[in-house]
């Protein structure tokens, strides 16, 4: 059984940079297959991709984040990362991190994390 | 770039057939997901694929698409269903989700 956990400061101050890891156990992220992404929800609101990265270390990232926004990958410790740049109290959300197959649009994300509260105050 | 749009809300009675509509350009010619997410819960995976469902999730969910529509129907709606209903689409490499919908069961 597939699980992530993501870990990570619940408190950023403004402009700083928002840093999080999200560790998979039970698969290899190395195996290849899989894209694994980011996704946040701002309190009492929507889901919003933020982007997804390969094993290869290959990214894409959502348009409208995508000039604060760098994903890493570390296979060793089966580990992805998220670093979000000059961040505000928009930023303020539950970041999930997800798995999504890559065979296939119609491909949904099938394994979540349980979220990790990032609240953005001085 | 794409949009998706559910209606803020849907109520159904206990045993009742509830759809939940997502609305999309030429969502038909894309396949579309939906998740369920309970309060404090994470999203869970019910549909994808249009009209798949995952291991574990109930035959009572089903999904279809056509045109600019994907619906989610939950027919014989129990009241442990009720929760926000997110749809999702790929459109070319980006991942969008639709706004929600929250289903009550009354």
């Known amino acids: 059984q597939v699980q992530l956990q993501e870990s990570g400061p619940g408190l950023v101050k403004p402009s700083q940079t928002l840093s999080l890891t999200c560790t998979v156990s039970g698969g290899s992220i190395s195996s290849g297959g899989y894209y694994w992404s980011w996704i946040r929800q701002h309190p009492g609101k929507g889901l919003e991709w933020i982007g997804y990265i390969y094993y290869s270390g290959s990214t894409h990232y959502n348009p409208s984040l995508k000039s604060r926004v760098t994903m890493s990958v570390d296979t060793s410790q089966n580990q992805f990362s998220l670093k979000l740049r000059s961040v505000t109290a928009a930023d303020t959300a539950l970041y999930h991190c997800a798995r999504v197959s890559r065979y296939g649009s119609g491909s949904g994300f099938d394994y979540w994390g349980q979220g990790t509260a990032v609240t953005v105050s001085s | 770039s794409y949009e998706l749009t559910q209606p803020p809300s849907v109520s159904v009675s206990p045993g009742q057939t509830a759809s939940i509509t997502c609305s999309g350009d030429k969502l038909g010619d894309k396949y579309a997901c939906w998740y369920q997410q309970k309060p404090g819960q994470s999203p869970v995976l019910v549909i994808y694929q249009d009209s798949k469902r995952p291991s574990g999730i109930p035959e009572r969910f089903s999904g279809s698409n056509s045109g600019n529509t994907a619906t989610l129907t939950i027919s014989g709606t129990q009241a442990l269903d009720e929760a926000d209903f997110y749809c999702?689409?790929?459109?070319?490499?980006?991942?969008?989700f639709g706004g929600g919908t929250k289903l009550t069961v009354l």
């Open positions: 999702q689409a790929w459109d070319n490499s980006t991942v969008v």
